[in-house]
């Protein structure tokens, strides 16, 4: 089989996983992965939770249509500014994970440190300023952050992930969303308790030197 063949498997399952995991529902959401210098990308008004090998789209770089008969993701404008802007990203993962996304609708911000793991891992989920859909203003929403942070959430909207690989971007999302789920139970009980600053900055050492963050945020 050859490497494309293999990503290309690869998309459909976590595709078809964020679908059952309901971290986006319907068209939502769009997957990439770099092939070489190219990507692969999932085709724009498609239910992940149905798509096939044969529906994928490779696309180079500037965002031009190499092989595959649908349209590209609406959506490509914003993974290729995660591309550019990160050399060291694999894939990237759009989705519409409802709690996450919740907060955003709320106002409420899911950055505090409140959770070790999402500390040492993630550093914070930042969330980026609205922007409409589809358009060049999504992808320069997310551009002061993207060199920092693998997860960000977008305001009123959703959440963007950034992964070494497809399964990595994959389990920053289910991280993100299971954060979400916790800070909300939390609040419901009373309060969501933040971590004291000196663990934070253990923490934070800590994720940085076991190579969990984007290489920028190891020079901060
Ligand atoms: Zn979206």
């Not at 992808?139 to 993207?146: E, N, P, S, T």
């Amino acid at each position: 089989m050859t490497r494309e063949r293999a990503l290309e498997q690869e998309m459909v399952a976590v595709c078809q996983a964020l679908y059952r995991r309901q971290l986006l529902a319907a068209t939502d959401g769009n997957v990439s992965a770099r092939s070489g210098n190219n990507l692969i990308t999932t085709p724009s008004g498609a239910n992940k939770g149905f798509i096939r090998e044969a529906d994928l789209i490779t696309v180079d770089l500037d965002g031009r249509v190499l092989t595959g008969t649908g349209q590209p993701t609406t959506e490509l404008l914003l993974h290729l500014e995660v591309y550019r802007t990160r050399p060291d990203a694999g894939a990237v993962i759009h989705a519409h994970p409802p709690i996450a996304t919740a907060f955003t609708v709320a106002g409420v911000s899911l950055a505090e440190a409140v959770l070790p793991e999402v500390v040492l891992t993630l550093g914070a989920i930042p969330t980026a300023p609205y922007a409409t859909t589809g358009t060049p203003a999504m992808a320069a929403a997310v551009r002061d952050l993207l060199p920092y942070y693998d997860a960000i959430l977008l305001e009123q909207h959703g959440a963007l992930t950034v992964g070494r690989d497809l399964w990595d971007a994959y389990n920053k999302m289910e991280k993100v969303e299971h954060a979400a789920l916790t800070v909300w139970l939390a609040r419901q009980l009373g309060q969501a308790r933040t971590l004291p600053d000196a663990e934070v900055v253990k923490l934070t050492r800590l994720g940085i030197d076991k190579g969990y963050r984007p290489p920028l945020a190891t020079e901060s």
